[in-house]
């Protein structure tokens, strides 16, 4: 078998194979390059009303245990705290992918949303299935890739390759 045929067999197959993982990679990777123009992926970060910091944690937690949406009642609600210090405002987003965010100097809620840019990075990188399927299933499939890159490069450049040659040896 030759060479030629051999990689025409492995990019086939690779491409068969990789198909549907690579497809749910490239879609939530479209979707994560665009989470700043998607509302409906990262709600936009608004601003406080100054750069000031007054407000403690206990405080911002009791500002956060008020919005039902997010269902926060201890800090063991709390998925994590995201503070922007140069534009007042500190994000607290919830176990459940709720995110309120709340003016550092005055308290008040400025904006309650749910945000999707983490679970569609779990499901990105795979690990939203499950940490084996990442592992089985999305590695292999980055490795094919590589192969159908590789592949593609060979099955493109090989006829130009045998032009180029042809007329250099006229």
Known sequence: MSLFNWNRKIHRWCSIAAM???????TSGIMLQLK???????????????????????EILEVASTVPAAAIETW??????????????????ANNRWEIQIDTTTG???QVAYRRSDLIESIHDGSFFHENIKLWIFLPSAVMASALWVTG?????R????????????
């Open 36 to 58: 700043r123009q998607l509302d409906w992926v990262q709600p936009p970060t608004r601003s406080g009303s100054s750069q000031e910091l007054a407000k403690d944690f206990a």
């Open 108 to 110: 008040e809620v400025l």
């Open 153 to 157: 490069i060979y099955l493109f450049g």
């Open 159 to 170: 006829p130009h390759w045998a032009k180029w040659k042809k007329r250099k040896n006229r």
């Open 20 to 26: 549907l993982p690579l497809g749910i990679i490239i």
């Open 76 to 93: 063991a609600d709390v998925d994590r705290l995201d503070v922007r210090p140069n534009k007042g405002v500190v994000k607290v987003r």
